[in-house]
């Protein structure tokens, strides 16, 4: 369509439009709407939100949580330094013992990969990657069309 198509098609669009009646809100709307804002306003300052609050309420509030924050990051730094690491270990490989063949398998992996990138497959990695992302792509567009074709089935009533 060219510019002077369009034009036309806007002009054509606003007369129409223009020559429409004007739609009327229902009788109780306003009521409700302005009944709905004398509420609020009535609300005392801890019932709004936090940027309803008198600045110097919000600004304790702000120092408060920052300090709350700091000290709670002080503790947790001073008790981690506490912590025998050595006798957690143990816990820790009886807990992840079962895991230890999947994370072999992943270190496995990016070994591999790191070989491949050090024996120059910087470009066998990109074509891997795009034929990943190409492969996505049409898995998605496979899913868009089976469900538009399944919710066009359901609308027609033809399951």
């Known amino acids: 369509m060219n510019d002077d198509e369009q034009l036309k098609l806007e002009a054509l669009i606003g007369r129409e439009l223009k020559q429409l009646p004007d739609l009327q809100a229902p009788e109780t709307l306003f009521h409700r709407v302005m009944l709905e ?72 992996l990016m070994n591999a990969v790191v070989l491949v990138m050090r024996s120059g497959g910087q470009q066998l990695l990109l074509y891997g990657s795009l034929m990943i992302l190409v492969v996505y792509a049409a898995c998605l567009g496979l899913g868009a069309a089976v469900a538009r074709a399944v919710l066009s089935r359901a609308g027609s009533g033809r399951i």
């Open 37 to 108: 804002v004398h509420t609020r306003a009535r609300q005392p300052w801890w019932q709004r939100s936090w940027h309803g609050w008198p600045p110097a309420l919000q600004a304790v509030t702000l120092v408060s949580l920052l300090g709350l924050a700091a000290v709670v990051s002080y503790g947790l730094g001073q008790t981690l330094q506490e912590i025998p690491y050595e006798a957690l270990e143990g816990v820790f490989y009886e807990w992840l013992g079962p895991l230890a063949r999947i994370w072999e398998l992943g270190e496995t």
